[in-house]
């Protein structure tokens, strides 16, 4: 069977690390896109010339034309403008949503029956603008966030707890933003949620919203350490395992930004939910039952990504 075709469009510091995860894990060849030139070829020539060293076979190029993305079965989207310190992701809306309409044209162009994985930000917002600029069918486009933050708390945990963090499980629900809502009680470490470890005294409720806080504070805490980009080494992880379910069918039960219709009462709408990965794409939405805190804190989320879309439109009315 010939390889998967995997396109990366934006060759940054998270395209650069998706090229190199996609090839250790051999999911497929590699294309880099990005308008920069030199910038996708180099980092496809470098990763290149790891394989020897690491053993893996991937054909990997780099391009400035859509041209090269033709075929792609997975196109992961990071072109755009990241975050520096002092901005949220909010910040970015403008410059990231004419990207969005760049972009969503050359995949309808050249990759229309590919799985699209989007990571730029402000990412709910951005992941609708997306589908709509592209006309791919919804399930086809999915927005990463929820598989980082959700590891972000899994790591917050693990290291509290002293556990491995293969042992702590997690749920992050909603926008990819400050409104993001960890759930705690469907948050477990071996199957024991952590409102049961409140009980059983592992950490009080007070440490545990520390944590939580943290959590949803975890881009801007490496922004803040950086200084001149935001974080690559676990967005493009998160990814790339989404590529994976998919490409490989595994059906995987992951948070990802997906196209809500009537689901959690929302239609046409990308949130954080979990959603199910495999060869047809999102194949399911799984709803969970919320208490009425977090129903409160979920709609509290809608509506800022509510917001941003509104935003969108007043730039590009065709969104509407
Ligand atoms: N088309 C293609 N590529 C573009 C375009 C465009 N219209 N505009 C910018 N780019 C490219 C840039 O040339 C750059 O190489 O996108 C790349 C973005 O890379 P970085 O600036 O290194 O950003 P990165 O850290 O990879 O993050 C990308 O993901 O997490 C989000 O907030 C983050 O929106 C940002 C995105």
């Given at each position: 069977m010939a390889r998967a075709k995997i396109a990366l469009i934006g060759s940054g510091m998270i395209g650069g690390t998706l090229a190199h995860l996609a090839g250790l894990k051999e999911?497929?060849?590699?294309?880099?896109?990005d308008i920069a030139e030199g910038t996708p070829q180099g980092k496809a020539l470098d990763i290149a010339q790891s394989a020897p060293v690491e053993g893996f076979d991937a054909r990997l190029s780099g391009a400035n034309d859509y041209a090269a993305i033709e075929g792609a079965d997975v196109c992961i989207v990071t072109a755009g403008v990241a975050r520096k310190p002092g901005m949220s992701r909010d910040d970015l809306l403008g410059i990231n949503l004419k990207v969005m309409e760049q972009v969503g044209a050359g995949i309808a162009k050249y990759a229309p029956n590919a799985f699209v994985i989007c990571i730029t930000n402000p990412l709910d917002a951005m992941v609708w603008a997306l589908q709509k600029f592209s006309g791919l069918p919804k399930n086809k486009v999915v927005g990463?966030?929820?598989v980082l933050d959700s590891a972000r708390f899994r790591h917050f945990l693990a290291d509290e707890f002293k556990v491995s963090v293969e042992d702590v499980t997690a749920f992050v629900l909603g926008g990819h933003g400050d409104t993001m809502v960890p759930l705690t009680r469907y948050?477990?470490?071996?199957?024991?949620?952590l409102t049961d470890l409140v009980k059983m005294g592992w950490l009080t409720a007070e440490r545990l919203e520390e944590i939580v806080q943290r959590t949803r504070d975890g881009g801007a805490e490496i922004v803040g350490l950086?200084?001149?980009?935001?974080?690559?080494?676990?967005?493009?992880?998160?990814?790339?395992?989404?590529?994976?379910?998919?490409?490989?069918?595994?059906?995987?039960?992951?948070?990802?930004?997906?196209?809500?219709?009537?689901?959690?009462g929302q239609n046409d709408l990308y949130v954080g939910v979990p959603v199910v990965i495999g060869a047809a794409?999102?194949?399911?939405v799984i709803e969970i039952e919320l208490n009425g805190d977090e129903q409160t804190q979920f709609t509290n989320s809608v509506n800022s990504?509510?917001?941003?879309?509104?935003?969108?439109?007043?730039?590009?009315?065709?969104?509407k």
């Open positions: 999911l497929g060849d590699i294309v880099l896109f990463m966030a929820g948050s477990t470490v071996a199957g024991v949620p950086l200084k001149t980009g935001s974080a690559y080494y676990a967005p493009a992880a998160s990814a790339i395992v989404m590529a994976e379910s998919y490409l490989k069918d595994k059906k995987r039960v992951l948070p990802a930004a997906a196209s809500l219709k009537g689901e959690y794409g999102v194949e399911r990504v509510k917001g941003l879309m509104e935003a969108c439109i007043g730039i590009a009315p065709n969104l």
